[in-house]
């Protein structure tokens, strides 16, 4: 059975920074990916960020390009994302996903969502 367990949200001020962890288990990881999604209320999901491991590849969206930082610890099934000069308008619960063989690009995979998720983390952003 995929498990994705984020952890790492909470509460920061605005220009601070939070580390999100993501760890997966049930599943080999071969060709995987795993992206960062994100809801605010009211607004629909958002895709943040993606990894392919195996590869290196990563993609992130325009709105958080130059403040997040997408990485793996292959030794460990752990994804992080790094999230730093943080706005208020990043305030939503994130959530991590993943698909267990990865046939498209992480692009394409943060468009149009992934096959396994986590139940999510919230993330507050203060002004």
């Known amino acids: 059975e995929v498990q994705l367990v984020e952890s790492g949200g909470g509460l920061v001020q605005a220009g601070g920074s939070l580390r999100l962890s993501c760890a997966a288990s049930?599943?080999?990881?071969?060709?995987?990916?795993i992206g960062w999604f994100r809801q605010a209320p009211g607004k629909e999901r958002e895709g943040v960020s993606c990894i392919k491991p195996s590869t290196g590849s990563t993609h992130y969206a325009g709105s958080v390009k130059g403040r997040f930082t997408i990485s793996s610890d292959n030794a460990k099934n752990t994804v992080y994302l790094q999230m730093n000069s943080l706005k208020p308008e990043d305030t939503a619960v994130y959530y991590c996903?993943?698909?267990?063989?990865?046939?498209?690009?992480?692009?394409?995979?943060?468009?149009?969502?992934?096959?396994?998720w986590g139940r999510g983390t919230l993330v507050t952003v203060s002004s």
């Open positions: 996903a993943a698909v267990t063989v990865a046939y498209y690009s992480c692009s394409y995979y943060l468009d149009y969502g992934m096959d396994y």
């Open positions: 049930g599943f080999t990881f071969d060709d995987y990916a």
